[in-house]
């Protein structure tokens, strides 16, 4: 790599670099940070210094794994569009695979009945107001309740197998068409095929399910989470919400022709994902000797996206990318981002983007909306700004947000 131009910090025996890039985490993680969306250096402060020293491609290495760490967004493309299979997906971490299983995303139906509803939560929400809690509530706890809920991992096997039983039951005494023309109707249509050699196991579908759950609820609370941060902290933008969602909504709950309408909400989604984006990483390996922009790659290393390194990237976004300025999403992502839309990537791109995109989108626009019809809020006194990297990207201390019932007159 080095004969081709390819620098980077040097190969240290059995740590690689890891040694390094972990001291370099920990001395900035244990002190939070000023209210500034400048996260990078917090984050993955060795992405931040060492594109600086050694250029926008660089080689590091993870153990005596040799990781090409690429920010430059033609390649990112390239990597991401292609679809013969030269850049396969990097096995997840072992404890990842115990959590998630093997499913899609490691390789995700998703029944939301068994999780944290909007409606749901919200309600619980005026509950506590009802028990004169003087409107400032704790997000975190409620939050972590549903989380934990959610992460209950014997709890998940359990509750996919009686979900399981309930619709096997439901077809077998012809009370439902099959087993259901959802993703988890499918899921057990095919653990049923009369075709052995079509039949899934009882383990791939239950993988398949915790896939969809997690990777889906993990993320999408995290743009919720980042998202009522950002707004809490600009409420003109929080206002602005609100006129949009009561103009189409009044007090009504979202109805999914107005979803789509929701402009200024989208354009604010778009720079809560650009600055906050709750995946941070994307990994590849390089499956044969390939060809990569002016670079020969050699087989088996492994392929870094810096996600969040991208969306900070002045050169790309402006001198002012580390600021909260949704209207730069006015005219779409390619005017926001210098006619580079590839460096837009949130849920990835190409082949293997997120599935559950316009799931995700719809569900955080339909809880901002009921949020947003129902209270007003600001930051409370006692919230700490220390992003992390735990997984996904999230508050460290959580998120401490000082809620206002709004009065009847005000909701219309
Ligand atoms: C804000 C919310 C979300 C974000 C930021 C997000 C982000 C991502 C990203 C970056 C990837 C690509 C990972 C890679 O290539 O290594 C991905 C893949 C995936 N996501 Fe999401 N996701 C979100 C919500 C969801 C939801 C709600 C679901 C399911 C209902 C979901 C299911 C999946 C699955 C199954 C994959 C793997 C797709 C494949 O490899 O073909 N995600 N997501």
Redesign the pocket.
Known sequence: MGSQGIRGPAYRLVYGNTKEILSLRNQIWISPMGLSHDILPRILPHICSWTKQYGMNFLTWYGSRAQLVITQPELIKEILSNSDGTYP?VQAPGFLRKILGD???T??G?DPSDGCKCGDYVKKMETQRGQGDRGLFRILVLWLSCQLKVYERSGIRDSIIKMMKTREEKALKGESEGYGNDYFGLLLKAYHDPDMTKRISLDVLIDECK??YI???E??T??LTWTILLLATHTDWQEKLREEVLELFGQKNPAPDGIGKLKTMSMVINES?RLY???VN??RNVEREVRLGKYILPANMELVIP?LAIHHDPQIWGEDVDLFKPERFADGVAKASNNTPAAF????SG???????N??AT??KIALSMILQRYRFNLSPSYVHSPVLVVTLRPQHGLQVIFQPLSVNQRN
């Open positions: 997906k499913g899609l995303v390789a995700g998703y896939t969809f990777a889906g609820h993320t999408t995290k743009l994902l984006p709750p995946a994307i990994s996600i990537l949130p849920f990835s082949p293997r983007i997120c599935v559950g995109l799931f995700a569900e955080a």
